[in-house]
């Protein structure tokens, strides 16, 4: 089965730097990749997500990126503001079958 | 507004008991899930279900059961035969298998 990777565990940056969130999958078969945002005594917050067919997507601030061959994408954040603070989740999976598998999170920590 | 609620946000039970926790989505998703968050662990799936009256297990199914007789409804169990239920339990949603999830608020439930 599919197997989530995601590093590092804790991310300390200061406000205005970029912060890079890294993960590795197993399962080649598998093409759609969200990643999520929680705060703290919430439920996570699909922040954004990419399909295997597209190799980057951005949205304002926030980009994924996805190498298919190394089966590995990363989160960027630019211009990181303290609101941005969060335990940040990726996930795998195949569309339409099974569930997503999640990576064990990466507290981001961004000081003012 | 469109969502899914979780309810109760914090339940406090003796153990020994067995508990339910609520999930109800009206954003007239297919499929739905229940995960368990502790601190390290990331999401681990307990049950998900992708069509009314029928469910699947995931990792760690072992002491908890589920029951889908309303598309909107998916609650969950947490029986005396859970080794070890204080955590943080989360309900998520999507359209099909693998698109974007919504998750609830998330209860956090305490056994003593």
């Known amino acids: 089965g599919e197997n989530v990777e995601q590093h590092p565990s804790t991310l300390s940056v200061q406000e205005g730097d970029s912060a890079v969130i890294k993960c590795t999958y197993s399962?080649?078969?598998?093409?759609?990749f969200p990643w999520y945002k929680q705060e703290l005594g919430k439920g996570p917050q699909l922040i954004i997500d990419i399909r295997s067919n597209v190799g980057e997507k951005k949205d304002q601030r926030i980009a994924v990126t996805l190498n298919k061959t190394a089966k590995h994408f990363s989160l960027h954040i630019t211009e990181t503001q303290p609101e941005d603070s969060a335990v940040y989740f990726c996930a795998a999976g195949l569309v339409g079958q099974g569930n997503l598998i999640f990576g064990k999170g990466t507290k981001l920590s961004v000081k003012p | 507004d469109g969502g899914i609620t979780q309810s109760p946000k914090y339940l406090f039970r003796k153990e020994g008991q067995n508990v339910t926790l609520s999930c109800e989505q009206n954003l007239n998703h297919d499929a739905m899930y229940w995960y368990r968050q502790d601190p390290g662990q990331g999401l681990r799936l307990i049950y998900y279900?992708?069509?009314?009256?029928?469910?699947q297990k995931g990792d760690i199914a072992e002491g908890y059961s589920v029951s889908r007789e309303k598309k909107e409804s998916f609650p969950l169990t947490v029986t005396s035969a859970q080794k070890n239920p204080t955590a943080f339990y989360l309900c998520a949603s999507s359209v099909g298998s693998n698109y974007g999830y919504t998750f609830g608020s998330g209860t956090r439930l305490t056994v003593v």
């Open positions: 399962d080649s078969a598998s093409n759609y």
């Open positions: 279900s992708q069509i009314v009256n029928d469910f």
